[in-house]
């Protein structure tokens, strides 16, 4: 692999890397799980796997024609998963920590499912964001698509020894690390708006 073909890859990586923030949601599994048995946080785990990566992976894949049978332009697609980026990348900024849909700590049979597949790991900047990078042809299709499978073993790997980590790192290297994601996801959030604004601007 040339040094051109590796950065175009970590273009598309290190934007869903950030975005799907594996790191910052394994320390919400490793809250959420506390009371689980291993066998039970491994079936969480498998079920964020799946059911977190079919959902990108068939937005990556139909994303588009979606959104040309709804008529809805990937500009507009551009400044709404910018706007919704930006909105998350705030709160991981002030917050240290991803947005939470639920603070229940009660043993959930369908916790991978709700709320790790989705919204955390494929929520709407994810799934905004696959349809963006997939727009440019048939390689950057596989792109995304190598880089969703490899962020999703790292997934299970975290999630499996989020436990190990948490204590060996610290709540507040974690939340320092989900803040320095936020700033990052901010500022792809802005460069979408900007370039969905150029093309808007070239198209009147």
């Not at 979606?66 to 551009?78: D, K, N, P, R, T």
């Not at 499996?160 to 790192?169: C, E, N, V, Y």
């Amino acid at each position: 692999m040339d040094i051109n073909n590796f950065i175009a890859i970590a273009k598309v990586f290190i934007p869903l890397f950030v975005v799907i923030d594996p790191i910052g949601s394994m320390v919400l599994f490793v809250s959420m799980t506390s009371s689980y048995s291993e066998i039970e946080k491994k079936e969480a785990t498998k079920d964020a796997f799946v059911y977190g990566l079919i959902i990108l992976v068939l937005f990556t894949l139909g994303g588009s024609i979606l959104l040309e049978i709804m008529g809805i332009s990937i500009m507009s697609i551009q400044i709404a998963g910018g706007i919704i980026l930006l909105i998350m990348g705030v709160e991981m900024v002030r917050e240290g920590d991803r947005p939470k849909s639920t603070g229940k700590t009660y043993k959930n049979p369908d916790l991978g499912i709700v709320p790790f597949a989705t919204p955390l790991l494929a929520g709407p900047g994810a799934i905004s964001l696959v349809i963006i990078l997939a727009q440019s042809g048939f390689y950057a299709v596989l792109e995304v698509l190598a880089s969703l499978a490899i962020i999703f073993i790292i997934v299970i790997i975290l999630f499996l020894s989020g436990t190990k980590i948490s204590r060996a790192i610290g709540d507040k290297s974690l939340k320092a690390v989900t803040r320095i994601f936020g700033l990052i996801v901010a500022a792809f959030a802005i460069q979408f708006i900007i370039d969905a604004v150029k093309l808007l601007a070239l198209t009147i």
